[in-house]
């Protein structure tokens, strides 16, 4: 028998398993009825950097919401001070009458509707709320809004009535990027409750049945193989949480955001280079001609390890990218369930611990994010550390040190959070390594943070040379700009708190730790499990440490911490140390569960715990998730593949402002691997902008006598982004110093003539 997994015999849950099939056949039908229906909900939303109207979007998608949250969500929690946003679309109607509309916003926003201004809050200031009213009859109405943020505080709001009545959030079920009718709108609703209480309830009758009935399938797995089972179950949850993703994840994907494409992008460059010429791994194709380019963002290179025998075998950049993202998941979740596991003795503990660090707000806030997706080893490092504090040996110091070098591989963010973390969950076990123990545990900890440097030296490197020579590094003032506030720990994407409470909430970036979790957190803390327990205590620190920094320069000490430790630098957004926060809960969540299941009666625990089980699966439910189709990299880059000491630029050169435009052209390199002009990072290099100087006037004659100078040999010119009054490939046609390649419009190769 596992630990912690005691069960009641003969339960009479155990008949009513056609319950379950009906259950499960209703979902699917469910879900095959609302894909039928092909009704996207929501609003086309484009993002701009300025906000100035004009320029090209920097995100385009479909957003479920018009919210300060939702553009967080959209633009990955980071939005620029300054920068505008739109959404339009149709509004389905079912009742003739007088409508009113509001907005409250910081700064500017206007509504619009079949092309009348109904809502004018423009201009820059504070938050205001701003009214009007219109009549509308049944059917789709055209909807414009618009936003500006001039700087500062940001807040955007919208909502409506109907004669008479109190306003209320506009229902993001009622809008569409095209023309649907109210009667398909509210079926797709209906479907889309309908699917989600289904699911609920599924999920519900499966965990009453492992923990009531002792004789399931379920059970039996836990208890022969409790790690696999385990894992197999949080592949499962990384399935569902991300759906439809798993449907057909070679052809969907968020590239409609410039940092999915860039770490795609970066998976593919480490799976190609390493192999061939490691010691020039961060020597990346782009921004020709600097060096260690890929020390401009995160290199990922964990990631890059599990994605890599995928691309060997010819998978897509974009279908490694989605396994190895569900993969993360998974695996922070299963990670998180095996320290819990050893801690605590019980399974359900664990694998509620498990779902909350695996599935919460942060993590489903940043799918385009793959860094913030592997948090796995945070956990086993923070085991190791503890193991090492109660036997100070060899074995534990090495397992620190590899579990926290690996943390550090996946992400520089998760290595600066890991550190700051261990260091703080250390601080509240002095008894560990004060007194006649330190002559143990110092040489210990040494031999550990020296591994850990050796292994990490080679890869902090190129970022040490990035920073030196390219003034690579952020201010207090950047920090400051991106630092947490009080309503990110009350802010989540999830659709059962986005229609309870959370999409009230103006702010960037989602913190919200769950209810599940803050509640049997608290019961460790009331009950001062947190405090008795060494290893709860450990995680109660490593979230007060994760909490206090996310306010980055509004905590105090911050600014001098921030010049005393170097690593702290290379964090421009603060506000995710909160992951740390997110991970603390989640583990001393399953110290709360155990003490809870203590104290219940017996009879009283399995109906507690399938409801803790639900609510972790449910809570940060996003599903389904707007993906963007992928359609493949044209075939017109492969003329390049077998072409020696080719120097490409892609045309038309976007400014550095709109730089974000070159990831898909990062992309579509992939195919060749050849030196670009192009490219798109963290950090862009002066080097690019002198660039843009020389070049930005293509096709006039001094931009191609400037590519001559640079040595480019090859140009892809997209042709539907010039201006339409201008033919370009007529004009390039007759330009001597090009010859023609190969097209597959809108793309055109071209050859450039040396200079005889």
Known sequence: MVPG????????????????????????????????????????????????????????????????????ADWNGSPPSAFRARWFGYLAIRRAGEYAFATTSDDGSTVTIDGQLVVD????????????????????????????????????????????????????????????????AAIAALLDRLALTLLAAVALLLAWLTIKHTHGPVWTALQARPRAASLGLFAVLAIVETWPLATDPAHLSRNDNGDTVLNEWTLAWVAHQAPRAPFRLYDANIFYPERDTLAYSESMIVQSAMAAPFLWLGASPVLAYNLVLMAGFALTGWAAALVVARWTGDWIAALISGMLAGFNAHTMSRLPHLQAQHGEFLPLALFALDALLREPRAANALRLAVWFALQGLTSVYLLVF??????????????????PRARRVAPMVALAAGVAVVALTPFLLPY??????????????DAAQYAANWSDYLTTPARLHGWLWSRHFTSFTSLFPGAAGLGLAAVAVATRVAFRDARARMCLALGIVGFVLSFGPKAPGYAALFDMVPLLHAVRAPSRFGYLVIIGVALLAGFGAVELRRRLPARHWAPMASLLIVLAIVEPLAAPLYLAPFTGVPLIYDQ??????????ELPFPTSRAVFHNAKYMLNSTRHWKPMLNGYSGFVPGSYHEHFAQISSFPAAPAIEALRRLKVTHLFVHTEAFHPDVDIIQHLAREPALTEVARELPVVLYRLREIQ
Request: aromatic fraction near 8%.
């Open 418 to 435: 890991t550190a700051f973390g261990l260091a703080g969950a250390a601080i509240v076990r002095p008894d560990a390594y004060l007194g």
């Open 464 to 477: 040490w040379r990035a920073y030196r020579g390219q003034g690579m590094t952020r201010s207090v003032a």
């Open 121 to 184: 809050n423009g201009g820059v200031h504070g938050p205001r709320e701003a009214h009007g009213r219109i009549r509308l009859e049944p059917g789709s109405h055209f909807v414009l809004v618009d936003y500006s943020q001039a700087g500062g505080h940001a807040e955007m709001r919208w909502a409506w009535a109907r004669e008479g009545r109190s306003l209320a959030p506009v229902p993001g079920w009622l809008l569409s990027p095209r023309r649907v009718s109210y009667e398909r």
């Open 640 to 649: 390049l593949r077998d072409v020696p000491d080719a120097l490409v630029v």
């Open 5 to 72: 997994l005691i069960g009641v015999k003969g339960s009479p849950l155990a008949a009513p398993r056609p319950w379950l099939i009906a259950l499960v056949a209703l979902l699917a039908g469910a879900a095959a009825a609302r894909s039928a229906l092909q009704v996207t909900q929501g609003l086309q939303a484009e993002y701009f950097f300025d906000a100035q109207p004009g320029g090209d979007p920097a995100v385009a998608l479909v957003s479920p919401d018009i919210s300060t949250a939702q553009i967080a």
